[in-house]
């Protein structure tokens, strides 16, 4: 079972890292290979590849407080959280447009009807239904959006994250926590009423039993479902039979070697590779995700149109829209769009150094600048949403 590891997601990226590349005899297809480095020189600003939609600052009531963004789904007019990095899991309801706290859903308990051990939430498909992915009682709960239960199927496994497929079908990703049902899988497949299907991409016994929160994900977005292995340079697109390479990236050879690849890793093991973080969203001809590389966290954006990969550090420092976007988990909003978190204590080192240029922020979004201006709002959660424009040619139209 994955444990929440604050410390190391504060610190562990200045001293884990991690590549590999997965080959397995199952996959095929033609992937587009991102070379890591930056198609900007510091002249092309964020605002020339990102737009700004809108936002939402988050304002949960006094009895509920946002202790965490785990997962953002939206749904139905509003936003649904899962909070569970803190011994305290709860799923909130907000609304979209003003961010209003509207209610629970579920409740933490061992008791019936109540989750335990929450790790992901999905909404299920063709109602306002939420599905949860709970591995204290290893099983899948659907809730309705009031905040009632409305079904418990066992799965028999832990499970970080999961994916339902129109049909109600489930796939759920297990990093390395073994049980019975899952075995030493990273993916595993169940029909709707709960029966194992099929299980795919073994990982070696040496790696089982530790859980990482900053790699390895399963993601919903553009009516795809994407799949990284912990630590991997690969993402992967994902069927209901198979999955198969979408995008390799090239970390130009700081991928760690087979041998450190297998064990399991303390945090201690290497600081000089690179490897895709948790976190994936497209929008438009768009890849946005984060990755470890140089010593450091980064948003990498893709354009597959023209082969150009962005570095989000590496874009002009002096545009409005740029210290807004160099830290903050993604989530999918629909597939145009995805939402950036700005977390509490992000925006009050923001604003408490003068790291954005409010001047230019109220000529371009004036109802941002008045939140981020007012000190009620040091203490929330903002969503960003940010759409992508068409820009420029390729590299290799350039040369």
Known sequence: MKTIRTLLFIAGFALLAVGCKNAN???DGDPQEIRVFSSSSGALKSSDILTLEGFTALTPSENDPLRSIRKAVFLNDKIIVLDNRTDFKNIYAFDEKTG????RIGYQSESEGGYNEVYDIVPEPETNNIICLVAGKMAFMTYNLSGNPVSILPNGMYGQHMAVLPDRSYIVYNEFGATD??????????????????????????S???????????????NKIWFN????????????????????????????????RK??????????????????????????????????TVLGIFDSASGNFYNARDFNENDWLYPLIQVGDIFQKNNNSFALVLEPRRIRYMMRNNKINMEDLSRKHPGLARTLADKDSENKYILLYLSTKKIGVSEKDRI
Request: glycine share 8%.
């Open 229 to 260: 292995p912990p630590f991997s340079d690969t993402i992967f697109s994902v069927s209901k039979n198979n999955f198969s390479p979408a995008y390799v990236l090239d970390f130009k050879g700081k991928e760690v070697p087979v041998e450190v």
């Open 25 to 27: 005899p199952l996959l």
């Open 100 to 103: 209003v706290f509207l209610n």
């Open 181 to 206: 049902i899952s075995g030493m899988f990273h993916l595993i497949f169940y029909d709707k009423s709960g029966n194992l299907i099929k299980r795919m991409d073994p990982y070696p016994p040496t």
């Open 208 to 222: 089982d039993g530790w859980g990482y929160e900053y790699a390895g994900f399963l993601a919903s977005g553009n």
């Open 263 to 296: 064990k399991k890793l303390s945090g201690w093991d290497t600081d000089n590779n690179s490897f895709l973080c948790e976190g994936f969203a497209t929008a438009g001809q768009y890849a946005v995700f984060h990755i470890f590389d140089e010593h450091k």
